[in-house]
């Protein structure tokens, strides 16, 4: 097991220098920064200065080292726009996002893997057919939309939840249905199918005819080895609810890190662009791993390989 | 029991008294899958202590059958029965948890699959002793040993480091011995091992019969035993039951049948061996001109008679169940002493 988890995280430092890579690049081919920064009106001279001050006359190498060395350490410099450093900007939101993505998941998984065992239980039947069409809608429905319909209902009508802010855990409800309901269709319909290719197994008759019993049977025998497909995506949509939350943190004014990206692009503020993009692969690769990391421990089979 | 004694005949003595009352009656079994009628009222009876042998070609019903006595087929098969008695339960009406409590206590399988039969993502161990805890209670630890025990006994070498490993560490034939071990947690009355040896080479293979033969001696076990292997029949076979299409279309007692096989189909499958307890050790059915054919439901007649040598007309209207005497009965138009 040591050894599978070592090799992943070599396989998880090489993609995250490739996506560090790729992040100086984009700042770098988008134009000349100093130009951008300096705005239209400026002249020669004030362009010279700002590319000297900001250490854009380096060479391009010194400059992607030192970029990366600094943001090894989390120094991302300074936003253009907010006159902070980007560290704290994104420290600050970072808990809001997470705490989103988290809940998210939460209700997803608390949703979906029933839902799919359910189906899975009840192949064919009204029951599945049910399920299959719930997910069916939820893939179809906008987060915008449901956001909207769950605000005017759950927030203005029924006054249950506040519709904005982060002030209390009421505040992460809606935005976290929301965020679940596009992972939901894709977790349930994964979990059904394999559940159904488990119990189908030949392991799953050989379970029922050591006479154990249907909890030990579905949870234990066959949930486990249908998890495992289960796990991988579920880390997937992770990623991409933090990285997708910019709708939401936009629609309930949620000002974590969604919001950040969405202000410093219509802003040009590139560090904090840069930044964020890195920030999210870097999530993003740290959750592929844990996934491999949960996935080994599940199912023997990958830890031998 | 040694690995050369063909003769069926030696094995009369251990046979129970024909009074013994059954432990496993079947009468009537049907099992359909839609439009394939694929068990079709067989019929057949094993008492304790006794071994049971089905044979016949691939797909004429036999895990079918087996699986059927077990409540083990797959959802949208259609069971029914005149008479499916275990141990003096109805096993018809039995409700489903009484079914389970019975499974893998009072009657266990082996399966004819052992690459695919243990789950792949926990330790042999415990799969082993979840079956013991299940129906013993007790603790883990006392399972884990019971475990190690029955490995041993099955041939398995360093047992306790086997208990640790997973499926995919283990051979197939290790893998079928590990469930034929696990089979045995709960010392059942009635172990039904469908193609148990197929898996393993010749030595494994008698080292397995020799030990299924020893549970039956110490424990008074019943095996229902199915297999192609007509070596494996002659030898450990007190009973045997012929199937053919979804019939058992001769049982008897080894010898009788041995010796005077009268439904062509079995006459057939006995070809290559024309001398009775001189069958070969891993001597696979004689092989007869063509196929067995899907028949759906409701198909009346000889199912054989498409194949059969002796087929005439009436063969296509039901057969009469013809006795030859001493519990050996077969089904065909032919009257017993046809082929004398
Ligand atoms: N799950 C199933 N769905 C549909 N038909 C099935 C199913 N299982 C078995 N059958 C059919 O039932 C018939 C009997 O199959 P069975 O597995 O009992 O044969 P068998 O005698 O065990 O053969 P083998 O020696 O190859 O194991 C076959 O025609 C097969 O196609
Ligand atoms: S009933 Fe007819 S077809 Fe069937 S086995 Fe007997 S002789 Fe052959
Ligand atoms: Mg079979």
Redesign the interface.
């Given at each position: 097991m040591l050894k599978f988890a070592l090799r992943r995280l070599v396989l998880a430092l090489l993609v995250a220098l490739t996506v560090m890579t790729l992040s100086f690049a984009l700042t770098r081919v988008s134009g000349d920064l100093a130009i951008s920064i300096a705005g239209a009106s400026a002249t020669e001279q004030d362009v010279a200065l700002i590319r000297h001050a900001y250490g854009l006359d380096r060479p391009l190498a010194v400059q992607f080292l030192d970029w990366v060395g600094r943001a090894a350490v989390g120094d991302f410099g300074e936003s253009y726009f907010f006159k902070a450093r980007v560290s704290d900007l994104i420290l600050e939101r970072m808990p809001i996002t997470l705490t989103l993505g988290l809940t998210g998941l939460a209700i997803a998984l608390v949703v979906s893997i029933p839902l799919g065992v359910l189906a899975a239980v009840r192949e064919n039947s009204w029951i599945d057919r049910l399920v299959q069409l719930f997910a069916m809608i939820g893939q179809a429905m906008p987060s915008f939309w449901l956001g909207l319909i769950l605000m005017i209902t759950l927030g203005l009508n029924l006054g249950w939840l506040p519709i904005s802010g982060t002030g209390s855990w009421q505040h992460y409800v809606m935005p976290g249905i929301v965020l679940a309901f596009s992972a939901i269709p894709a977790l349930t319909r994964l979990t059904r199918s394999g559940m159904i290719q488990a119990l189908g197994s030949d392991y799953i008759r050989t379970a029922r005819a050591k006479g154990l019993s249907r909890l030990s049977i579905l949870g234990k025998h066959a949930l486990r080895n249908a998890a495992i497909p289960v796990v991988s995506i579920a880390a997937v949509q992770l990623g991409f609810m933090l990285g997708g939350s910019i709708v939401i943190e936009t629609v309930f004014a949620l000002h974590g890190v969604g919001f950040l990206a969405w202000e410093s692009i219509s802003k040009n503020d590139f560090p904090v662009v840069q930044a964020v993009v890195l920030v999210l692969a870097l999530i993003y690769i740290a959750l592929t791993m844990a996934a491999d990391l949960l996935n080994g421990l599940l199912d023997p089979r990958l830890r031998a390989q | 029991m040694a690995s050369d004694r063909g003769a069926p005949q030696a094995r009369s003595v251990n046979r129970p008294p024909p009074e013994a009352k059954s432990l496993l009656e079947i009468e009537g079994l049907r099992v359909t899958f839609g439009q394939t009628a694929a068990v079709r009222g067989a019929s057949f009876s094993v008492a304790r202590g006794e071994t049971h042998c089905v044979v016949g070609e691939s797909g004429c019903g036999k895990s079918v059958t087996a699986l059927a006595v077990?409540d083990?087929l797959?959802?949208g098969a259609q069971r029914s029965a005149d008479r499916l008695q275990f141990g003096g339960e109805d096993l018809l009406t039995l409700p489903a948890k009484r079914m389970?409590?019975?499974?893998?206590?009072r009657m266990?399988?082996i399966?004819q699959?052992p690459m695919?039969?243990?789950?792949?993502?926990?330790t042999i161990g415990s799969q082993m002793a979840?079956?013991f805890t299940?129906?013993r209670g007790g603790g883990r630890a006392a399972a884990l040993e019971r475990a190690a025990g029955l490995l041993g006994r099955v041939g398995i070498t360093a047992p306790g480091m086997r208990l640790g490993q997973?499926p995919?560490?283990l051979s197939g034939g290790l893998r079928q011995r590990v469930?034929i071990a696990?089979a045995l947690m709960c010392d059942p009355e009635l172990l039904i091992a469908d193609e148990p040896t197929t898996a393993l080479d010749v030595t494994v293979q008698a080292q397995i019969l020799r030990l299924l033969a020893e549970l039956q001696r110490d424990l008074g076990l019943a095996i229902l035993l199915i297999t192609h292997d007509l070596g494996i029949v002659a030898r450990i076979a007190d009973k045997v039951s012929v199937m053919y299409a979804g019939e058992v279309v001769e049982s008897g007692a080894t010898a009788p049948i041995f010796a005077a096989p009268s439904h062509p189909y079995t006459r057939g499958l006995l070809r290559c061996v024309p001398v009775p307890g001189k069958v070969k050790r891993d001597e696979l059915l004689g092989s007869i001109p063509g196929v067995v054919p899907r028949i759906p439901p409701g198909f009346v007649g000889c199912g054989f008679r498409d194949r059969c040598e002796h087929a005439v007309a009436g063969c296509a209207a039901p057969v009469p169940r013809q006795n030859a005497g001493g519990g050996h009965e077969y089904l065909c138009r032919l009257a017993p002493g046809w082929a004398a």
């Open positions: - | 077990m083990l797959v959802q389970a409590a019975l499974r893998g206590d266990a399988m399966f699959e695919t039969s243990l789950n792949p993502a926990y979840e079956v299940r129906h997973f995919h560490q469930m696990m």
